[in-house]
């Protein structure tokens, strides 16, 4: 089972980056599919989700509004659009994956909002 991270980097306050997780080893279509982050000095805590059945999504109340979800079940890949990131959404991006009692993790991209 694989989770690959990609697309984080730095970027200005008002900027916009787009993260995305391959998924590998998984029927990818069955698991829901979430994007965490952790600040420094801070837990680990869920940004977005969008579900297996139906896709629907939910999203942290930090980033209503400016971060969007998607996923392509046909190439396994899950996405994270940021828009009007602001410097608290510095940190390191995982992408989670779940079914169940049966959760993967990624190995996190490091995204830094500064000027």
């Known amino acids: 089972v694989q989770l690959v991270e990609s697309g984080g980097g730095l970027v200005q306050p008002g900027g916009s980056l787009t993260l995305s997780c391959a998924a590998s080893g998984f029927t990818f279509s069955t698991f829901d599919m979430s994007w965490f982050r952790q600040r420094p000095g801070q837990e680990r805590d869920m940004v977005a989700i969008?579900?297996?059945?139906?896709?629907?999504?939910a999203y942290a109340a930090s980033v209503q509004g400016r971060f969007t979800i998607s996923r392509d079940n046909a190439k396994n890949t899950v996405s994270l659009q940021m828009n009007s990131l602001k410097a608290e959404d510095t940190a390191v991006y995982y992408c989670h994956a779940r079914r169940l009692g049966t959760f993967y993790w990624g190995q996190g991209t490091q995204v830094t909002v500064s000027s």
């Open positions: 969008i579900h297996s059945a139906g896709g629907s999504t």
